[in-house]
C-alpha cells in the first residue's frame, strides 16, 4: 500500500473574528465563506490584502465563475454576475 504524500511546509488559516479568516502570521492574507440559498461565495485577499479574488458557486448545479478586483464587494458582484448573465 502506498504512503499518502506529506504537505511539508502547508499551513492552514486561522480565525480573525466571527465571520473571517486569515493566514497565520500574515493577517493581510484573508479568506471567508458566505452563502445564500442559491450561491456560495469564497473570498480570498492577494498576500499583502490590497485586492480580492472571489469564487462564486451556484449551489443547485455547482457552475463556477471566478473574479478579481480591488474590492471583496466588487469582486463579488463581478463573479455572480458572470456565473448567472
Known amino acids: 500500500m502506498a504512503s499518502r504524500p506529506r504537505h511539508a511546509g502547508w499551513s492552514s488559516f486561522v480565525a480573525a473574528g466571527p465571520r473571517g479568516l486569515h493566514e497565520e ?3 493581510a492574507h484573508r479568506a471567508r465563506v458566505e452563502y ?4 456560495l461565495f469564497v473570498h480570498v485577499s492577494d498576500e499583502d490584502g490590497s485586492g480580492w479574488t472571489v469564487l462564486a458557486i451556484d449551489r443547485a448545479s455547482r457552475r463556477t465563475a ?7 464587494v466588487d469582486a463579488a458582484r463581478a463573479a455572480h454576475e458572470a456565473l448567472y448573465g
Open 36 to 39: 445564500n440559498r442559491e450561491t
Open 25 to 27: 502570521g500574515n493577517p
Open 66 to 72: 471566478v473574479a478579481q478586483g480591488r474590492r471583496q
